[in-house]
């Protein structure tokens, strides 16, 4: 089995709209109702998916401010944007937070997950399942409606699908970058391919090429 090294994902969103209980729900597959956490907390632990083997750390945040969010960027991978459907100004912070993530998605890329948690509480719901699905749209992330409190399999897809994708840009990073060609070094090539002080004659032998 390889491991190809660690994955830094950040928790966030409004108070009491279930970061810790989404977290706790996807590292033991328990529901715990109440946690009394004034820090933020650090997790490790390796998850082996698609038989690879990953070290995953996730930072349980209990408060932020603008100061930490830039640190968070410089520390993580990814994020996890939590609100709570019964709850729409957490929403609105969410799109906040999406919001100014997106300013800093270039040149560092992080992957995103939008989470709508305490779904169980649809007699109550003040969010719509479709405006969560347009946020994620509107800010390139992926979206996942859970109920920490009733299921571990919603919450375990949503960080997977995660942690997926940040494995596939931590790939593609590791790749040689790919030059863009300009004008110039497209004949350049093109002449060390056919050779510069080749004779008319032998130009009219050559294969046309498109590009
Ligand atoms: N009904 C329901 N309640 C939930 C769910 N997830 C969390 N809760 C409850 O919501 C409350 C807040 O949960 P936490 O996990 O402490 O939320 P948090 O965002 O970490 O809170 P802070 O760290 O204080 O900002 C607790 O009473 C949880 O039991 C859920 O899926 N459904």
């Given at each position: ?6 994955i ?7 108070s009491?709209v ?10 033991t ?7 009394s956490?004034?820090?933020?907390l650090?997790y490790r ?12 750390e ?8 603008t100061?930490?969010l830039?640190?968070?960027?410089r ?6 944007i939590?609100?709570?459907v019964v709850d729409l100004?957490?929403f609105?912070e969410?799109?906040?937070l ?8 270039l ?7 939008l ?6 509480l649809?007699h ?11 946020l994620s749209?509107r800010?390139?992330?992926?979206f996942y ?6 299921n ?5 897809l949503a960080f997977?699908?995660l942690l997926?994708e940040t494995?596939?840009?931590q790939l593609l990073?590791?790749?040689p970058?790919?030059r863009k060609?300009g004008?110039?070094s497209v ?8 050779g510069k002080?080749?004779?008319k004659?032998?130009?009219k032998?050559?294969p046309?090429?498109s590009?």
């Amino acid at each position: 089995m390889t491991n190809i090294g660690r994955i830094r994902t950040v928790v966030l969103g409004s108070s009491r709209v279930g970061k810790s209980a989404v977290t706790v729900r996807y590292l033991t597959k328990r529901y715990i109702g109440e946690y009394s956490s004034n820090t933020d907390l650090l997790y490790r632990h390796d998850v082996t998916f698609d038989s690879v083997l990953t070290e995953v750390e996730i930072l349980d945040t209990c408060k932020y401010s603008t100061t930490c969010l830039y640190d968070h960027i410089r520390w993580a991978d990814a994020f996890v944007i939590v609100y709570s459907v019964v709850d729409l100004s957490s929403f609105n912070e969410a799109q906040y937070l999406l919001d100014e993530l997106s300013k800093h998605k270039l040149p560092s890329y992080f992957a995103t997950l939008l989470l709508g948690n305490k779904r169980d509480l649809d007699h109550s719901r003040l969010v719509a399942v479709d405006a969560g699905q347009e946020l994620s749209l509107r800010f390139g992330c992926q979206f996942y409606e859970v109920s920490a409190a009733e299921n571990f399999a919603g919450v375990s897809l949503a960080f997977h699908s995660l942690l997926r994708e940040t494995r596939a840009v931590q790939l593609l990073r590791g790749l040689p970058i790919r030059r863009k060609l300009g004008v110039n070094s497209v004949s350049k090539v093109l002449g060390t391919i056919f050779g510069k002080n080749s004779s008319k004659r032998d130009r009219k032998k050559r294969p046309s090429l498109s590009i």
